[in-house]
């Protein structure tokens, strides 16, 4: 699976999880529709399940007249992803690569101001941890 496809798959676990409080497992085991596993995948949708609560102060403290509640469920997934890959895969992951990917998933997913915000608060989120 290329890491654009399990970024995606892995969006669209978090965003299970977080509406309806799915198990990481399970939601993983849903959005692969029986295809075969991915290493990377389970890195993402673990990797923020177990760190959550460092990501989301990560965003919190870089959001502009927002609460992390208030944001659109994709936007904030794609944001925790993003800041995951941003702290955890630095060394594995160029910081322009996965903000380039951050911004084309919103544009996907999101609203039409999404890669826009997303690339904001990303901005924001690489400066603070540089």
């Known amino acids: 699976m290329k890491r654009r496809t399990a970024r995606e798959k892995a969006l669209q676990a978090l965003f299970q999880i977080d509406v309806s409080s799915t198990e990481p497992a399970s939601a993983i085991e849903h959005v692969l529709e029986g295809e075969a596993g991915d290493d990377y995948l389970n890195l993402l949708v673990l990797g923020v399940v177990e760190n959550k609560e460092e990501i989301d102060q990560l965003i919190k403290v870089n959001l502009e007249k927002w609460s992390i509640e208030r944001l659109a469920t994709v936007d904030r997934n794609l944001l925790r992803i993003a800041v995951y890959e941003l702290k955890y895969c630095r060394n594995d992951v160029p910081e ?11 544009k996907l997913y999101g609203d039409d101001q999404s890669s826009k915000f997303i690339n904001g608060v990303l901005s924001k989120v690489k400066q603070q941890l540089s």
């Open 96 to 106: 322009n690569v996965i903000l380039d990917e951050a911004i084309e998933i919103a």
